[in-house]
């Protein structure tokens, strides 16, 4: 599904969690490679909700790395449903004005991206002699053909990315228009009239975040604004509703109908949903797109996806839901922003911000969230990329907003149990079990029908050793090849080169802190943005080590449980046997900025990095 979300300039954030600077600070000029010095879009909208764009921008060289970022730009568009043309492409270097040529300026098909296909065409322009402090100007204008939503205008957008000094945008409708923003530091002007609305900064803007690693942006401060042509969810239009609905409530194909026979076999209602998108997935290859059609963002018929044997994320949403529906369960599809790390608008606007169809069920008091695109089932879950958001339900009777379920730290679960020997010829060995339970399982179910079991056991055995220095290992024989989501239990051996710790106290072994441990350790001083952590889960390991006497004076022991994350690690001896034990809980995919600064959080981050921090063990 194609994205209604705009990003004026998109930015990037790391991914890697090494511990940030003290110096984090909102950015100023002298950080920017470049500046937008204007900034104008002029909408005019029709009364089906389909419109004529025309951008206009100058933005101004400021260091080296932008010559070839700004220096050509690349734009796409769907011959099908869109209109493009280039009105104006100039470079002004100090007095000297230079119009691009028609032959830096290039259309051409696109080929497709991800899975499936479409129609495509790319535009780039090359702008010619861009030096720093060159200006570029571009003018181009798109005119949508057939809305994606007939009857609907839409626009949702937040401002990002480089400095801009001017901007302006102006909508002009043949149908009335609504409108909100968000704007906590007072740069938006706002002129609104039924069918005419002007946006306009009244000052330079600049929000970017810079010196912070994991960085998790508050939306609300950032300016957004929404626009479109209802006031609420529930004004949607019908025809777009029953689309879905209609192919919902249809007759299945021969092929969904055996699907069903099956499934009515099922009495777990979890385990009949896995049955259902499980059989769908064996049935139907799902592609990202199809060839361009005027049906914009509605599904196609059940027959013809089973005919063709492919199909897009609106079309696995009916499918489910038209076998599910007769299996007793109420369905709507529904649309929501997938992606796993994403900033979400704050505001309170029926304008669109979807890039994706889901399938919502209810049966009884029981509610599910559904995406059919996975190669995995998971219906007592929920997937990472579409968990705790905003989504839109298409129910013909009165379309509404809700929130998917939010993952905590016990629905996945990693545990790991080994029993390892330290031998005196520098090497050492383990054998024990990795368990992955729950959503911690979920990456692995069907992994064995895209990857080799070579590669699979490469990526098993590194929960359990370290990579570098494995000597051999093994794994018990295993099948990933259903897509069903189950709890799993490997057996492993390793073998690895040894190297002890010197120390002031004599020679150690180094247990290192789990991974998730690593996410707690930035600097709060100063620090702007929240830090953005991964899917909750919890870590647990219980070594015994034995084959070298270990020197232990007492128990050691530490825990705590906090919003963020609840942790514990416990170490003994007896007859001779070092016992380590650990536990992580991350509760959370975010710590919000507001709670950085509080006496609570750092009270908690100064007891879990010292509670499990790594640990060297003095042999004696």
């Known amino acids: ?248 409530d249809s007759p299945l194909p021969a092929s969904f109908e055996k699907v069903l026979a099956q499934a009515k076999l099922i009495s777990s209602s979890t385990q009949q949903i896995d049955y259902v998108t499980s059989s769908l997935a064996d049935l139907v290859r799902y592609v990202g797109d199809w060839r361009a059609v005027r049906s914009g963002y509605h599904p196609r018929s059940l027959n013809t996806i089973a005919a063709s044997g492919y199909g897009d994320c609106k079309d696995f949403s009916v499918a489910a839901g038209a076998i599910l529906s007769k299996l007793g369960y109420t369905a709507h599809a529904s649309w929501i922003w997938r992606g796993q790390f994403t900033t979400f608008s704050p505001l309170d606007s029926p304008a669109l911000d979807v890039n994706h169809a889901i399938l919502y069920l209810r049966k009884g008091s029981d509610v599910f969230w559904i995406d059919p695109t996975n190669r995995a089932s998971y219906a007592k879950g929920i997937f990472p990329d579409i968990a705790d958001r905003p989504v839109i339900i298409l129910n013909p009777s009165k379309p509404f907003f809700s929130r998917t379920h939010r993952p905590t730290a016990a629905d996945g679960v990693v545990e790991i149990n080994s029993e390892i020997d330290l031998s005196e010829d520098g090497t050492m060995t383990s054998s024990g079990t990795l368990e992955l339970k729950g959503s911690a399982a979920l990456p692995w179910a069907g992994s064995q029908l895209s990857s080799s079991k070579k590669s699979l056991d490469h990526s098993l055995i590194r929960w359990v050793a370290n990579a570098d220095n494995l000597v051999d290992w093994n794994l018990n024989e295993y099948d990933l090849h259903s897509r069903l989501v189950q709890d799993l239990k490997f057996q492993f051996k390793t073998k690895e080169i040894w190297r002890p710790i010197q120390t002031s106290a004599g020679m150690g072994i180094m247990i290192p802190g789990p991974y998730y441990h690593g996410y707690f350790r930035f600097q709060r001083n100063n620090r702007q943005s929240g830090v953005r952590l991964d899917t909750p889960l919890t870590l647990v390991r219980n070594l015994k080590i034995r084959g070298r006497p270990i020197s232990l004076k007492t128990k050691l022991e530490c825990l705590g449980e906090t919003p963020w994350a609840g942790f514990e690690k416990k170490v003994w001896l007896d007859q001779g046997t070092l016992h380590f034990q650990d536990r992580i809980a991350v509760n959370l995919s975010a710590i919000e900025a507001d709670s950085i600064p509080s006496l609570e959080f750092e009270k908690f981050q100064n007891s879990i990095l010292l509670c499990l921090q790594e640990s060297v063990m003095i042999l004696k």
Do not use: C
């Open 1 to 248: 599904m194609t994205a209604f979300r705009i990003f004026l300039v998109l930015f990037k954030s790391l991914v890697f969690f090494a511990p940030s600077v003290s110096q984090a600070r909102w950015a100023d000029l002298e950080d920017a490679p470049a500046v937008v010095k204007e900034m104008k879009w002029h909408y005019y909208v029709k009364k089906d909700g389909s419109f004529r764009l025309r951008i206009h921008r100058e933005i101004e060289i400021l260091k080296e790395a932008a010559r070839a970022d700004y220096g050509m730009v690349r734009l796409t568009f769907d011959p099908v449903l869109e209109k493009f043309k280039v009105l104006k492409a100039e470079v002004i270097n100090g007095k000297q004005r230079t119009t691009v040529h028609k032959s830096n300026i290039e259309i051409k098909p696109l080929a497709s991206s991800g899975p499936g296909f479409n129609e495509r065409q790319q535009v780039t322009i090359v702008f010619p002699d861009t030096n720093v402090g060159s200006r570029l100007i571009l003018t181009y204008e798109k005119e949508e053909l057939h809305p994606a939503v007939p009857g609907l205008f839409s626009e949702h957008f937040m401002l990002a990315g480089e400095p801009i000094e001017n901007f302006k945008v102006e909508i002009s409708s043949d149908i009335p228009l609504n409108f909100k923003f968000n704007d906590p530091d007072s740069y938006l002007s706002v002129s609104a009239e039924p069918k005419k609305i002007s946006y306009s900064l009244k000052k330079p803007y600049f929000r970017k975040i810079v010196d912070e690693q994991n960085a998790h942006f508050k939306a609300t401060d950032y300016l957004w604004i929404a626009t479109t042509s209802i006031a609420e969810i529930s004004e949607l239009p019908i025809n777009t509703l029953k689309a879905y609905q209609k192919e919902i």
